[in-house]
């Protein structure tokens, strides 16, 4: 008996934890989009916009199916404020660090979960700002997943 009323409980809890996603969108120059799980101060973000906090990092979860072999991938966050494209502070070079159930090379169709921490830089203004995050393969730049979030940026 208690051992089924655990298990209910526990599946509930996966169940319930697989539905906490942040609802993002595709990129303008494709890229197949992935699911995205972005934290902020500890709470997951439903829906855009993204409250994240100046002087905290955001949490970034991206869970997608590589669609080809790739040895490295290069992260790229840009974002969109006030009408001009700037690239966002990066604190990584090769997307390969920051995979968490694998590591490179990937196979194609193989799951891919990957981890960011976000710098919220505490000389951000107040703004609102379309993320445009994507990883390509160092290879030849072919993006191997791409989405696009809208943040609003507030101070702590
Ligand atoms: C995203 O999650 C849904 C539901 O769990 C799943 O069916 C789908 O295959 C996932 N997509 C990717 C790209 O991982
Ligand atoms: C990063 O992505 C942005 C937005 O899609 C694009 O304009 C820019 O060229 C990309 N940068 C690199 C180095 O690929």
Partial sequence: MVFVK?????TGLIVFTQCLKTDVSQCQ????VP???????????RQSPCNVYTGHAANILVDFISPFYTEQMKPNLTAIAAGAVVPWPSNQK?????ITNTACPIVKGEHVIYSYKMDILSLFPE???TLIFSLAN???GQLATCFTVGLQILKH
């Fill in 6 to 10: 655990i298990s209910v409980v526990l």
């Fill in 29 to 32: 120059n494709g890229g197949p």
């Fill in 127 to 129: 703004i609102y700002a």
């Fill in 138 to 140: 160092e290879a030849d």
């Fill in 94 to 98: 090769n997307a390969c660090d920051g």
């Fill in 35 to 45: 699911n995205v799980t972005l934290t902020s101060n500890g709470v997951v973000c």
